[in-house]
Structures are given as C-alpha cells and as structure tokens.
C-alpha cells in the first residue's frame, strides 16, 4: 500500500482519533511518572563499575573525534552553551569518573579476592558505594540524551550473558576423578575469567545478573510510560502538521517528522517547571517539522530560518487574500513581519519552488523543459565546420614543406597527439641532435611566414591579422622562445 494515498491518510487518522485524550491532572501524573521510571532505570544502570567504564569511554571518544556534543548531552535552545564548554565539561567529567571506576577497581580485588577479613571487605564495598554515588551525581549534571544509554545497557546485557554463560560451563563440568583433572585446566580458566568480570563490574555475579534483570524491568516500565504518553498525544501531532500542507512533504511525511519531534519532548519534557506538556511538545513537533522541510523538501537545502521567515510571509499575504486586500509590497510586507528588507527578499526567494527538467514544457505538446536548455558542452554547427576547414587547411600548409620540415613542426606542436613535444624528444624520434631540430624548426617557420602561405590561414583569424598572420603567431609562441633561448 502507498503511504500517499489518500485512503492510507484516512485510515490513519481514524486510529488516531480514536485515541482517548489526556486530562490534564492524567498527564501530570503520567509525565511524573516517567521521570521516576527514567531516574531509576538509569540510576541502576550506572551503579556498575563496568558500566561506568563503558560510558567514559563514549565520553571520551566524544572529546576526541570532535563529535557533535548535542548528540550526547541536552542543551537549552533557550538558553544554548558553547560547544566548546560543553566539550570541556565532558573532558573533566569523564577523567573524574574513570578515577573513580579505577579506585573501585582496586578495592573490588581486595573485597571479591576471597582472602580479605569480612570488615575489610565492608569497607571497601562502602567506599565503593560512595564513589559510585559521586560518578552518578557528575552523570545527572551532564544532562546525558537517553539516547546514551541504549549501549550502556546492551553492554551489561552481554556482561551478564556472558556470567550466565560461565556458570552453566562450570555447573556443566564433570564430577568424576578422573574427568575433573582432564577438564581442570578448563575449569581454572572458567573461574578466573568469572572473578576478572566481577572485580570489573565491582560486585559478585550473582549481583550482576539481579541487577540486569532489574534494569531490563525498568526499562520496559519506562519504555510502555513513554509509548503511552506519546500515544496519548497522537492528535496534537496531526494538527501542528496539517499547518505545513503543500510545502513539498506529504501529509504522511509530516506526521512521521512530527512524531519524531514529539517523542524528543517526551524525553526532555520536565514536569518540575509546571509546563502542560502539550505545550512543551507543540515547539518540538513544530521543530522537528520545520528542520524536515528544509532538508528535504527542496531540491537545494535552504536555511531553517529562511523556511520559518517564508513560512512568517505566507500566512500574511493569505490573511490578506482572504479578506481581499492588495497584494503588499516588498517593504510593507518586511515591516508586517519585523524583518529587514533583504531578510525578505531573500525568505520569499527561498521560497520558490525549483523545477525539474523532467517537467513538460509549457506551449509544446511532447517536449520537456530540459530540451529547450542549450547544451553548452556540445559546439556550434558553424564552429565544427570552420575547425574542420582549418584542419584541412593546416594539412595542406604544411603538405608544402620538406617531409623532416613537416615531421618536426608536427611533433613540437603536438599536431598528431594534441601533446607539444621538446627538443629532445623530436631529436631522439628524428636520430638527430636538439641543435639540429632547432635549426629545422626555424627554417619551417621562415617558409610558413611567407606571405602566400599566411593568406591560407587569414580568414580563421578572430580579428585583424597580425604580421604573419597564423605562421607569425607559430614563430612568436612561448614554447618556440623558450627552447631558443635554451639552446643559446
């Protein structure tokens, strides 16, 4: 099925309207909700050595490959940091946190080393706590998108998998005498690889795959509160869209960019700042839409602001269609809107749709808009024919002189390759020295110069001739002075 087609539209937007909207103490509610879901979820995610490694790494390699930091933190659109401060605070707090994975690191060998007394091994999952309390909170101050935690999560779905993976290998291991020291070598290496993950994660396996599985809970929590409460506002979508018909999208295409906008609101959206959330999520539908149309409905990207100011222009000028006033001018128009008068000019040029070549051409019945454009590659009927008369002419000029006179002139003008050879390379072709191709040369020109040889090649001459005419210019050329000037 077409998404374009009109029935496809109706279709959707009869599922859509028979969601049930969300009262406004029922989106407080939820909105607060899913900000609880989305701290705990990540909250318990990061409370793991290992994770916390995985995300300084993505810290750091932000830092480094000068990657776009609004990828990876939320940055105000109100109030925008430079990028270069945000990139400094990802530095610093990425070398804080890896300090403390690393101090966890080591107090994870001494608490999960099996040799330590029971207080020491307290101890050091208490310091370990704390310092996992300090990495967390440097986290929450980052602002990370959501987006960040996808692959953190994924990486403690394959630690845990491969713990589980390790303990059915050593559940699995033979219990006789014989087979425990045939296999004994597997076994120690089981373990030893079991105990390297635990001190990376800082806690015991068991712990690892609890919390995995609590994670994973949260996470589905978080996502179904997070699928309903965009669900719930399907309609708000469909009417910021119906705002931007004709501009180059399909209705359908809208709505898809809307949606991705309202689902960026879902997760920025703060409930704290006593916001309605349909209030919060109309400026990023109506983003997200705006950005859509200056990328990919036209042929030639234009600049969002151009599409918003355009976009400012029309709803005037249709305002003033349907009550039936006078088109404005240019300058009445940028005083209604508060632009300049080039930032006008420019939005309504902007705005101008681009045509294919494709189209059919107006007042011709088969043809298309591309065949009336000239093909400035493609020659003069009038220029093919002269180039071909001057060829013919030059052949029979230099039919006229002797056959090493005409070979000569030949290869140092490139007459046969189009590539102007030098002296030494016609005197190893002709067996003869640079001097005696020179000497050659000359008296090839000085029998072109005559005034009967000058006159065949007069007419192909742009303007009045000069001196010799075409011969002349041949005796005058720099790469006949250059080899001269070298052989003295």
């Known amino acids: 099925m077409e998404l374009n087609r009109p029935d496809t539209v109706e279709i959707y937007l009869k599922e859509v309207s028979a969601l049930p909207l969300m009262p406004r103490r029922e989106e407080v509610r939820a909105t607060r909700r899913l900000a609880t879901l989305r701290n705990r979820f990540q909250r318990t995610l990061l409370a793991n050595d290992y994770v916390l490694r995985r995300l300084v790494r993505r810290l750091e390699e932000t830092c480094a490959r000068g990657l776009r930091v609004d990828q990876v933190v939320n940055i105000s659109q109100h109030r925008p940091v430079p990028a270069r401060l945000v990139r400094k605070r990802l530095a610093d707090s990425a070398a804080r946190i890896g300090r403390l994975a690393d101090q966890n690191q080591q107090d994870a060998a001494v608490a999960l080393g099996r040799l330590a007394s029971k207080a020491a091994t307290r101890a050091a999952f208490a310091r370990m706590k704390a310092r ?11 602002a990370l998108r959501s987006t960040q935690f996808v692959p953190l999560f994924k990486s403690l779905e394959r ?25 004994d070598k597997a076994i120690t290496a089981s373990r030893r690889s079991l105990q390297r993950l635990e001190i990376a994660a800082g806690e015991p396996a068991e712990t690892i795959s609890r919390r995995f599985h609590t994670v994973a809970r949260l996470r589905d929590m978080y996502l179904a509160a997070r699928r309903e409460i965009a669900a719930r506002n399907l309609r708000l979508v469909v009417a910021v869209a119906k705002n931007y018909r004709q501009r180059g999208l399909s209705f359908l295409d809208l709505i898809q960019e809307g949606n991705a906008g309202l689902m960026r609101a879902v997760d920025k959206f703060d409930s704290s700042l006593g916001l309605k959330f349909s209030t919060y999520a109309t400026w990023w539908i109506r983003q997200a ?7 990919q409905a036209r042929t030639v990207r234009v600049p969002s602001q151009s599409v918003q100011n355009f976009a400012k222009i029309q709803r005037i000028l249709h305002g003033r269609d349907r009550a039936g006033e006078p088109r404005p001018t240019l300058e009445e128009t940028a005083a209604m809107t508060g632009l300049t008068v080039a930032q006008t000019e420019a939005a309504m040029e902007a705005g101008r749709k681009a045509s294919s070549l494709d189209e059919d051409a107006q007042h011709q019945e088969d043809g298309r808009l591309g065949d009336l454009l000239p093909d400035t590659r493609q020659e003069e009927a009038a220029d093919l024919i002269d180039r ?18 005409r070979e000569v002139i030949s290869l140092r003008f490139g007459l046969p390759d189009g590539r102007p050879h030098t002296l030494a390379e016609v005197g190893r072709h002709c067996r003869v020295s640079r001097e005696r191709v020179r000497q050659i040369e000359v008296s090839a020109i000085e029998r072109l110069q005559r005034p009967q040889n000058a006159d065949m090649l007069r007419p192909f001459l742009d303007g009045p001739p000069r001196g010799g005419g075409f011969s002349a210019g041949l005796a005058d050329s720099p790469l006949v002075a250059d080899e001269r000037s070298a052989a003295t």
């Open 132 to 142: 996992r309390r300090q990495a967390i909170a440097r986290i929450d101050a980052l």
């Open 159 to 183: 630690l845990a998998r491969r713990i589980e993976s390790l303990h059915r290998m050593l559940r699995a291991a033979p219990s006789g005498r014989g087979s425990l020291l045939a296999s």
């Open 289 to 295: 839409i705006t950005r859509a149309l200056s990328e």
């Open 388 to 405: 071909s008369h001057l060829r013919a002419r030059i052949r029979d000029l230099l039919a006229t002189l002797p056959q090493r006179e």
